[in-house]
């Protein structure tokens, strides 16, 4: 609890300075035998965690008294959280899932405060006179929330990208864990980088290269993209905040430009889609939620297949600038009533208050074959060559019965480890085993791969990317998988690309593992 520890501190610091060491604590059991005494360090309502001669101990409330002038309230205690980092999850989805979460527990959630560093919510139950609790939002960058998290100014980290390792190295420093372990991170919904432009703006849609050089400063020019003669204002978000990073990351890096050229920049989104919206030769990077008034392009490439930033693309992460939304947690017992809401936020009941804040939620869902007729002429135009009409023909025949489930798994950059969304679909595909869901079905894994290489050496790869992301999920499931679940593993290559192959972002689509469900 962020806002204790910083109270408690200045109290141990003032009662140092007059020679006492009044913040002290003592904890008894019921029965005498049991004494601590140390500093208060935090109270969740539930359980102290306390500095003593012996380290840092963390003791059940229900078993102990509390003496001493540190000692915190039991009947009207308030529990203080506080959430720091990404705007974008600040202002418009971590609200709205607060509001759900109260709706639930029958609580109201009012926010009570706006301040320069961001905004509160009380959440109040009927006939208390003391809230609940606090939920302090901290409103800046992912970068700044990793920094808030180390220096003990937030509990809970909201990041539009995975932990870095010097942020792991300093949490690890900090007493608060592993950040890059599974259980200290979950993906709360899904977004997108979109390149936006005003509604009148000719250009309708820009390939991944183009956009990188208009970035870096090489395009300078509407003329050079087949648009009018007029100079081309580059809006882009703040530096450091998670959605910049990804841009550097995604689509600079992999043509090698280390920084962006001359561009406006802008601390909240709402501004950077409200400033592109008013200037037709504007063009920005901006959150798929929220484009106001601004149009976004679909991403082109030279083969033909183009794009959109669509629910279903972002979901499958067809879309290739797919950007997963984190929360990040300490090693260290969070108060109950945060513990809930962060149950709350992953369960059924928050994923159409997801839907409804402009986000792609985690729900899965089903897409019959007989709808994916953009995915199958690419597989007609583009596979039918090294393929061949067989495979094609038997690629059909093998998933016309079933419905693709938007679960997808893609790899990192030269890597076999699963990206970031990926290791959280293992465990929500493990998750759904265990529960049931596919009992009496079929589930086949079905590998695909880019367009690099023989056709059938890459129908092998793709067929064994398959078999590791099955036995991934496999092993993530702690219980056991009824025998009425039938699973399979299928690798059709290079027979149905999601996008051309003449970027690195393009083949990254390309490769991917498929669940389709019969």
């Not at 840092?56 to 203080?80: K, Q």
């Not at 592993?178 to 703006?201: C, G, I, K, T, Y």
């Not at 003669?229 to 990351?249: F, K, N, T, W, Y």
Request: proline share 6%.
């Amino acid at each position: 609890m962020a806002f204790p520890k910083v109270a408690t501190a200045a109290l141990i610091c003032a009662a140092l300075a007059g020679g006492a060491t009044a913040q002290d604590i003592t904890l008894t059991s019921h029965d005498g035998k049991v004494e601590i005494t140390g500093n208060l360090l935090g109270f969740d309502g539930e359980f102290y965690r306390v500095e003593t001669q012996f380290g840092e101990l963390t003791v059940d409330g229900s078993g102990v008294t509390c003496d001493g002038i540190a000692c915190p309230s039991l009947t009207d205690f308030v529990a203080e959280i506080t959430l720091s980092g990404s705007s974008v999850m600040a202002e418009k989805l971590l609200p709205a899932l607060v509001v759900g979460f109260a709706r639930q527990e029958g609580l109201t959630a009012t926010p009570v405060q706006d301040s320069a560093f961001g905004f509160v919510y009380e959440l109040h139950q009927p006939d208390r006179p003391a809230p609940l609790a606090r939920l302090w939002f901290r409103v800046g960058t992912t970068d700044q929330g990793f920094t808030d998290l180390t220096l003990g100014d937030a509990d809970i980290v909201m990041a539009l990208r995975e932990v870095r390792p010097d942020e792991i190295e300093a949490a690890q420093d900090a007493g608060l864990g592993d950040l890059s372990r599974a259980r200290r991170s979950r993906v709360l919904a899904l977004d997108a980088m979109v390149p936006v432009v005003a509604d009148e703006n000719p250009v309708r849609q820009i390939s991944p290269n183009d956009l990188a050089r208009i970035l870096s400063g090489e395009i300078d020019n509407w003329s050079e993209l087949g648009g009018p003669d007029a100079p081309i204002a580059v809006h882009l978000p703040e530096a450091g905040s998670g959605l910049a990073q990804a841009i550097d990351s995604y689509l600079l890096k992999p043509v090698k430009v280390d920084a962006p050229g001359p561009s406006s920049r802008h601390t909240r989104n709402r501004a950077l889609v409200r400033a592109v919206g008013r200037d037709p030769f504007a063009i920005g990077i901006a959150s798929q939620a929220d484009i106001g008034n601004t149009r976004a392009l679909p991403l082109a490439g030279g083969c033909g297949h183009a794009l959109a930033a669509t629910r279903q693309a972002i979901k499958t992460e067809d879309y290739p600038l797919t950007s997963p939304m984190f929360l990040y947690l300490p090693a260290h017992r969070l108060p109950r009533i945060a513990r809930q809401f962060l149950a709350y936020v992953q369960g059924d009941q928050a994923q159409p208050v997801i839907r409804d804040a402009g986000f792609v939620d985690q729900f899965p869902e089903t897409v019959e074959l007989g709808l994916q007729g953009n995915r199958l002429a690419n597989a007609i135009t583009t596979g039918a060559g090294e393929v061949g009409l067989e495979e094609l023909q038997r690629m059909v025949e093998t998933l016309r019965p079933m419905a693709r489930l938007s679960l997808s798994f893609r790899f990192e950059p030269g890597s076999s480890r699963p990206d970031a969304q990926s290791r959280s679909n293992i465990l929500q595909l493990a998750q759904a085993l265990e529960s049931g869901a596919f009992d009496a079905r079929k589930l086949t894994f079905v590998g695909f791969s880019d367009g690099h290489g023989p056709a059938a050496g890459n129908a092998r790869i793709a067929k064994l990317r398959a078999q590791t992301v099955r036995n991934a999920v496999l092993a993530a499931v702690e219980t056991t998988v009824t025998d009425s679940v039938e699973i399979s593993v299928d690798g059709f290559g290079e027979a149905m690309p999601m996008a051309c192959d003449d970027t690195e972002w393009g083949r990254k689509t390309n490769r991917r593992v498929e669940i389709w469900v019969q």
